[in-house]
């Protein structure tokens, strides 16, 4: 028995259609490459929903002392919707689906793993997202009024949750059993290792919050005591949608990083290991996630309660960040002994890590009890630059495996002004959400509170900010469509790059290698290539 199908991209020819038959074929194929682009189209619409609320947000609050633009009774149900975008309908499932669509061809495999599970994985997604959506019109979700919809959105969440379980089984195993003969798990690509450890700690955390559904729809049908009923939800749910729960997911963003750097620099990576072991360390972030508990630092007892709660605060908090910043800083090193010649997926995926790395030391200081932060609007700058930043590095990663997802080359300052435009858009969404947030502005809240200073200015630049992010993500999907459409065709290897998916044709056939590859390093592809090509030409 085998995990791989090798056919999963047969057709059949009839007198259908063709309309009805390519609808057909996107809906039932098992072709990872399809799989994972359904994942990236519907990810980035999200995107731009969730940044369009975003925005409202920022302008409702401009004047916080009545409702001008959203319904006040809705508030609560609107936030939960939101958050629940940010996470489980934009950053998680954009990520996986570009780990979906890119990994068997990394590590030299004819197909993903369970190409059936994975196709489940999608469309289960979609389906949990939708009834997400229609239990919050309906007046469910947390604190929602209608009983049977706040049902619904528990089972709209776990459906999510299972998706994006089955979707990292396909992508965990795909590494772990179907890779080219001679790789192995230490000479994986950095982008692989990054979808190996970050499936692998979905799987350890997402289970959990399944758990937590199934006490919360006992407690909501029955006593509503334990949990608090629909009011108590986001309390005890709210892990899963914010930090260090997201890092679990935010580290194939990285893994992008790692990946293009050493290719821009034209040079081996000179610290693999350390590469690999930053990666791994973001991961850590699942042993807080799972233990649902905010870990803080708490410097107002004795030195050595002091010493006991840093001690597990640098465990759940520091780990992670540590990675960021190891992943962030070796992959820069990369350009220490390079010749770089710096383009698009590059440079995209550099400003999505910065951000990304502002979240994570937003996200570290939040979690000292000095600065009290808690239940601000801190909390959701932090979420917005992780986010953001991970939909900036799936820009760059989207621009590097153009080629072979659909057969083009994105222009390189075109895609690096929509980069730059997200990067102002990021910094502003979420840099005065952290002002507004030490003067206690609470989260989740668009009217009702007051503070000295400037209400309005913060939560206006915050919500430009969002719009600005709006227009970044729809100009790649505009240039992206552009260039699909323009039919021009790209070469095998646009960027003399190092991995296997550079020794197939663009765009990529249905079953990726004729013939498997053998492997001897982690750069098989520039060991093939005459020696002048190692720096470029």
């Known amino acids: 028995m085998t995990t791989i199908d090798t056919q999963v991209g047969a057709t059949t020819q009839g007198t259908v259609p063709s309309f009805v038959t390519a609808t057909g ?40 002392s009545h409702m001008q633009i959203l319904n006040g009774d809705s508030i609560i149900q609107l936030d939960a919707y939101y958050n629940h975008l940010l996470v489980l309908g934009t950053l998680a499932p954009l ?78 195993t795909t590494v772990l059993t179907s890779r080219a003969p001679g790789m192995q798990l230490d000479i994986i690509p950095s982008f692989s290792w990054s979808a190996l450890v970050g499936s692998i700690a979905t799987l350890l955390s997402l289970p959990v919050a399944i758990g937590t559904i199934i006490y919360l729809y ?18 005890w749910l709210g892990w899963v949608l914010t930090t260090p729960q997201i890092f679990v997911f935010v580290v194939m963003a990285l893994g992008v990083l790692a990946e293009v750097a050493p290719v821009t ?11 690999l072991v930053g990666l791994a360390l973001v991961t850590t972030a699942v042993l807080g996630a799972v233990t649902q508990t905010s870990h803080m630092l708490d410097t107002s007892g004795s030195g ?17 960040l540590l990675g960021v910043v190891a992943s962030v800083a070796v992959a820069l090193l990369s350009f220490k002994d390079g010749s770089p010649s710096v383009n698009a997926p590059f440079g995209a995926a550099l400003l999505g890590a910065f951000m990304v ?33 991970s939909v900036l590095a799936s820009v760059g990663a989207l621009t590097y495996w153009a080629p072979k997802l659909w057969g083009v080359v994105l222009p390189d300052q075109k895609v690096l002004g929509v980069a730059a435009l997200g990067t102002i858009g990021t910094v502003l969404a979420a840099l005065p959400l952290f002002i507004a947030g030490f003067q206690k502005q609470p989260k989740g809240a668009a009217f009702g509170f ?20 709006v227009v970044s993500v729809l100009g790649f999907i505009g240039l992206l469509v552009k260039e699909v459409r323009s039919g021009a065709q790209a070469p095998d290897d646009p960027w ?37 090509q190692e720096v470029g030409s």
Request: glycine residues 10%.
């Open 25 to 64: 074929h996107w809906v039932t194929s098992a072709d990872h490459k399809k799989i994972g682009r359904l994942f990236i189209g519907w990810s980035l619409i999200h995107a731009i929903e969730v940044a369009v609320i975003g925005a409202l947000f920022g302008f409702e609050r401009i004047s916080p």
């Open 304 to 320: 050595s309660d002091t010493i006991k709660s840093a001690i597990f605060f640098l465990l759940f908090n520091g780990l992670p």
């Open 496 to 532: 003399n790059a190092h991995t296997l998916e550079w020794s197939i044709p663009s765009p990529a056939p249905t079953n990726n290698f004729a013939e498997l590859p053998k492997v001897f390093s982690s750069e098989p592809l520039l060991d093939a290539k005459p020696a002048h």
């Open 218 to 235: 006992v407690d909501h049908e029955h006593a509503k005591v334990a949990f608090d009923g629909n009011s108590g939800v986001s309390k």
């Open 450 to 469: 007051d503070y000295d200073g400037p209400i309005a200015l913060w939560n206006l630049i915050s919500g430009i900010g969002s719009l600005l992010v």
């Open 265 to 275: 620099a034209r040079t081996r990576q000179p610290q693999r290991a350390a590469v």
């Open 357 to 389: 790395l502002l979240g994570a030391l937003s996200s570290f200081i939040a979690h000292i009890t000095s600065v009290d932060v808690a239940g601000t609007t801190f909390a959701e700058g932090t979420t917005l630059a992780i986010v953001y930043g």
């Open 95 to 172: 990520l996986l689906g570009i780990a979906i669509a890119v990994v068997p061809m990394q590590v030299g495999s004819k197909a993903i793993s369970f190409p059936r599970l994975a196709q489940f994985s999608f469309w289960s997604w979609l389906f949990g997202s939708g009834l997400v959506l229609v239990s919050i019109l309906g007046n469910g979700g947390p604190g929602g009024g209608n009983a049977d919809m706040v049902d619904l959105y528990l089972l709209g969440v776990a459906t999510v949750c299972v998706a994006l379980i089955a979707g990292s089984v396909s992508v965990a």
